[in-house]
């Protein structure tokens, strides 16, 4: 049985699946670019020095790695759900929940450098800890409701032509 059988504003997981799917291709494009934008800002700041250097260098790179997996797993899942295929849907499940896990590491390590002092933009960076944790629930809420059309597809429902 599967863990929803209406995912978001959707009738079905299905098509809470394929919804999930844009929206976390939008999520991905929208935060390679501000990444990228505070990659830049970063990089042309001259005052972080050693270990804080290296460290916030570290966590740009996990996050960004990570959201082109979570880009690449997303046209997977959209793939897979147009044709019922559910190992289509294992590279989202898996993408999801590392690319929380990688970005809590990545706040872990900016806030041990807010902490040592090496880090000046304590409420920049804070300010956008508050939006990762508003912005981790609708992951999470994606992550069930693809893992649920996965369980559909085990048990033999939740294809096309089985939606009423």
Request: with cysteine.
């Amino acid at each position: 049985m599967a863990i929803l059988t209406r995912c978001c504003c959707f009738d079905n997981v299905r098509t809470g699946s394929k919804a999930c799917g844009v929206y976390s291709l939008i999520y991905c494009l929208v935060s390679v670019g501000i990444l990228l934008w505070e990659f830049v800002d970063y990089i042309e700041m001259s005052s972080y020095t050693g270990a804080a250097r290296k460290g916030l260098y570290a966590a740009y790179s996990i996050d960004l790695v990570v959201l082109i997996f979570l880009f690449i797993a997303s046209i997977i899942l959209l793939v897979g759900v147009a044709k019922n295929s559910k190992c289509m849907l294992i590279p989202y499940m898996v993408a999801i929940p590392l690319l929380i896990v990688l970005q809590l590491i990545s706040w872990i390590i900016v806030f041990v450098f807010i902490g040592m002092g090496e880090v000046a933009e304590h409420v920049i960076d804070i300010a956008q800890c508050v939006v990762w944790f508003v912005v981790t629930a609708p992951k999470i809420l994606c992550l069930i409701c693809v893992l649920s059309q996965y369980q559909e597809l085990k048990d033999g429902r939740g294809r096309q032509y089985n939606m009423v």
